[in-house]
């Protein structure tokens, strides 16, 4: 997929992509290569790119290719290289997240730019809701806001923007 980076356990990868950059004319100039560059930073940074994840930062900028001209437009598209820093998460990967919200309807945490919800059909057997936390039926472990927890990724929602995933708790 492209390398791994921290530790293995990370869902962080660099990887080198291709990305279109189209510019008008108005945009030549003396900084074209700063326009190209500020546009694909632009268009990449913050988006998910399908099965590769979330682009989290542009490492690096190789020279883009020759511009090919639009007739019809007048519209110049350039190919640009380059690398960025992904966050990935794959469907049954266990991963960390922080709790961010708790109430009756489950647990909504954090891991990176994804948002984690952990819905109350997943702790019902074994947590019970007690504002403003959940608690284990034994009463040996309490979920509240700031915690810690892990949990194993059930399914994933992909949109331009954004991931989210529905998960368990593993213990």
């Known amino acids: 997929m492209g390398t791994r980076l921290f530790s293995a356990a990370a869902m962080f ?10 510019l008008l004319p108005r ?4 900084m074209l290569r700063e326009r190209i560059n500020s546009k694909l930073l632009d268009e990449v940074e913050g ?16 020279p883009a290719s020759m511009g090919k001209v639009s007739e019809d437009t007048g519209e110049v598209t350039y190919l640009v290289p380059y ?8 469907v049954g990967e266990i991963i960390d997240v922080v709790v961010e919200t708790v109430n009756s309807l489950g647990i909504f945490a954090v ?14 057997d074994d947590y019970v809701f007690e504002t403003p936390f ?21 399914t994933m ?3 331009p ?6 998960a368990s708790i593993v213990e």
């Not at 790119?49 to 190789?62: E, K, Y």
């Not at 891991?111 to 019902?124: C, D, F, R």
Request: charged share 25%; proline share 4%.
């Open 47 to 62: 988006t998910v790119s399908g099965s590769h994840g979330f682009v989290i930062t542009v490492t690096d900028i190789s």
């Open 134 to 154: 959940w608690k284990s039926n034994d009463q040996s472990r309490t979920i509240k806001v700031n915690d810690e927890l892990r949990v194993r990724v059930k």
């Open 157 to 159: 929602v992909v949109d």
């Open 111 to 124: 891991a990176g730019p994804m948002s984690v919800i952990v819905p109350e059909s997943t702790l019902k």
């Open 161 to 166: 923007t954004s991931m989210k995933a529905i």
């Open 83 to 90: 690398k960025a820093i992904y966050f990935c998460v794959s």
């Open 13 to 22: 990868y660099e990887l080198s992509r291709q990305h279109e950059v189209r």
């Open 27 to 30: 945009d030549f100039g003396p």
